[in-house]
Every structure is written in structure tokens, then in C-alpha cells.
């Protein structure tokens, strides 16, 4: 279980937090609200990109508020292109896996053999997001947090990839936490997480 007790964080005027919230391993759940309402900030919090100014963040409970970013457990895909521009999108791929036969299944079902020996400038928005999620998921993570994943897909390709990390987060008893501005950009998630001003709230869908 991935636990935050109490969390706080202030960013200039923004304060997030106290936050609140427990997640189970094997469930697909989303972060909601609009821009500038504390998602990015709560999954950082997670990950160990920034550190709470107040309050408990635990897995399997243990404390890992305090960790580095490697020593959690978490991948983490941003809003933002982040594949390394010098590698092929194989070698983007190999770098992070831990499991050739994963990878070849994945490359396979996100139907990436055609790009492998592109480099990421050569990729559009959304096929350079699919491969980021491809990426963070052979790192084999524990907990996997995706920032405004399906912002640049269409919709098939939304469908396609949220049930593949639905069955994904159930078959490997992970704990998947997303971020989208709307619940209309959603599929099949188990929990919402609505976030507005800072302050959390939770309803099941």
C-alpha cells in the first residue's frame, strides 16, 4: 500500500496539502483537477522529486518520505518529453529494462518495432509518449506515476494503453497513479481523485 499521512507542501503562495490518501497495490487510479490544483506537485511528492514539508509518506510501511528518488521504487512518466535524444528509442528502451522478454512483448503490443531506430526528435507527440510509457514500465516499478499521460494520443491510442497499464497494475500488484484534467480523458480507472486548490477528495468510479 502506498500511504501519505498528513502531507504538506508550499510552493511560494500554493500550499498542497494536508493530503491524505492510501492506494492499494494492483489499483489503477487517477489524480483529477485543473491546472495549477497540486497534481504535478503530489506525484513529485511521491517520487522524490521534492519533499514534503510536513507529514508521512509510506509503502508497504515503510517511510520512504525521506528516500532518494532511486531508492523508491517509482518510475515516473512527465508531461513533458523526457527520452534521451542522443539514444534510439531501442536503446531508450534497453536502458531502463530489466526483462528482454518483457521488452520484445512490449515493443510488439505498442506496436514500436517500426520506430526503434529512431531517435526521439523524429517521433511524433504521441508516439514519443507511448514510448516513455513503455520505458518506465520495464523498469519494473513498485509504484508508477504518470503525469497527464494521454494528453498527446488519440483516442484508440488512450484506450489501447490505459487497459494494457489497467491489467498491468492488477497482474503486478503495483500501485498506478495518473493525472488528467477531466474524467472524460479516463479509462477504466479504479479510483478518482479529485484535486482543487491544493486539497484532495476521493470518489470510486
Known amino acids: 500500500m502506498l500511504e501519505l499521512k498528513k502531507v504538506s507542501k508550499a510552493l511560494g503562495s500554493f500550499l498542497l496539502g494536508p493530503v491524505d490518501l492510501k492506494l492499494e497495490r494492483g489499483i489503477y487510479a487517477a489524480l483529477v483537477g485543473p491546472n495549477g490544483a497540486g497534481k504535478t ?3 513529485y511528492l511521491i517520487a522524490g522529486f521534492i519533499h514534503q514539508d510536513s507529514g508521512e509518506i509510506m509503502f508497504e510501511g515503510h517511510d520512504i518520505g525521506s528516500l532518494p528518488t532511486d531508492k523508491r521504487s517509482a518510475a515516473f512518466v512527465f508531461s513533458e518529453p523526457a527520452l534521451f535524444p542522443n539514444m534510439t528509442i531501442e536503446e531508450n528502451l534497453s536502458f531502463a529494462c530489466r526483462n528482454e522478454k518483457a521488452r520484445d512483448e512490449l ?8 520506430m526503434l531506430r529512431k531517435k526521439s526528435s523524429q517521433l511524433s507527440a504521441g508516439e514519443a509518449r507511448i514510448v516513455e510509457i513503455a520505458r518506465a ?5 513498485s509504484i508508477l506515476l504518470l503525469d497527464e499521460p494521454f494528453a498527446p494520443l488519440d483516442a484508440k491510442n488512450r484506450k489501447e494503453i490505459s487497459g494494457y497499464l489497467k491489467e498491468y497494475t492488477e497482474k503486478r500488484r503495483i500501485c498506478t497513479l495518473i493525472s488528467a484534467h477531466s474524467e472524460s480523458e479516463l479509462d477504466g480507472v479504479d479510483y478518482v481523485f479529485h484535486i482543487t486548490n491544493g486539497k484532495l477528495q476521493r470518489s470510486s468510479i
Open 137 to 141: 514500465i520495464l523498469s519494473e516499478p
Open 41 to 43: 506537485t503530489l506525484q
Open 107 to 114: 515493443i510488439n503490443l505498442f506496436s514500436l518495432k517500426s
